[in-house]
T-cell receptor
Framework: GAVVSQHPSRVICKSGTSVKIECRSLDFQATTMFWYRQFPKQSLMLMATSNEGSKATYEQGVEKDKFLINHASLTLSTLTVTSAHPEDSSFYIC?????????????FGPGTRLTVT | GEDVEQSLFLSVREGDSSVINCTYTDSSSTYLYWYKQEPGAGLQLLTYIFSNMDMKQDQRLTVLLNKKDKHLSLRIADTQTGDSAIYFCAESIGGATNKLIFGTGTLLAVQP
């Protein structure tokens, strides 16, 4: 159980276009999902917290108009990188929060490699 | 602010034990986690420990927590080549939000 998928796994787009990345919880419902960004050989940086049915909460320094997040259902959150530029090239990873007993666990998707040319 | 530090690299021989260390700064962390990341892949939750525990063992994995020193370690017994990966510790902050702050990651290389 607790499987999270992401689609696409890899995408190459031209500068100025928009790209949508999907994050799905396959066998459970997730009211809260998280979006992270990882640069090569670096750690994960939390971008935003996605809450089902409400606006996402963005971390300091993350442009909400640049990275649009929609969490329209309990199993799907989407991240849209608008007007992408080469500096947006990165590995984007989502996670879904699950209540396990008295604690929360986060299960991560396999990641999406975005390359902007 | 929150800061989680790890050593960058650890090399061990197959069959030996590996110990990966992590220090954190937020004393209000409720849970601390260890994740494994293989090349080009997402993160796999290995184990976690509640902040009022000192030790947790799960098969080959042993987590030690020194809350006074804000030090967390992950010991992998009988390390195998398949354990080669990047290991991230993470602390949970923000109460019910359960935001995770990740460490810098430790690359574990297992030599046959």
């Amino acid at each position: 159980g607790a499987v999270v998928s992401q689609h696409p796994s890899r995408v190459i787009c031209k500068s100025g276009t928009s790209v949508k990345i999907e994050c799905r919880s396959l066998d459970f419902q997730a009211t809260t999902m998280f979006w992270y960004r990882q640069f090569p050989k670096q750690s994960l940086m939390l971008m935003a917290t996605s809450n089902e049915g409400s606006k996402a909460t963005y971390e300091q320094g993350v442009e909400k108009d640049k990275f649009l997040i929609n969490h329209a259902s309990l199993t799907l959150s989407t991240l849209t990188v608008t007007s992408a530029h080469p500096e947006d090239s990165s590995f984007y990873i989502c996670s879904a929060r699950v209540l396990a007993g008295s604690s929360y666990e986060q299960y991560f998707g396999p990641g999406t490699r975005l390359t902007v040319t | 602010g929150e800061d989680v530090e790890q050593s960058l690299f650890l090399s061990v021989r197959e069959g030996d034990s590996s110990v990966i260390n992590c220090t954190y700064t937020d004393s209000s962390s409720t849970y601390l986690y260890w994740y494994k990341q293989e090349p080009g892949a997402g993160l796999q939750l290995l184990t976690y420990i509640f902040s009022n525990m000192d030790m947790k063992q799960d098969q080959r994995l042993t987590v030690l927590l020194n809350k006074k020193d804000k030090h967390l370690s992950l010991r992998i017994a009988d390390t195998q080549t398949g354990d080669s990966a990047i290991y991230f510790c993470a602390e949970s902050i923000g109460g019910a939000t359960n935001k995770l702050i990740f460490g810098t990651g430790t690359l574990l290389a297992v030599q046959p």
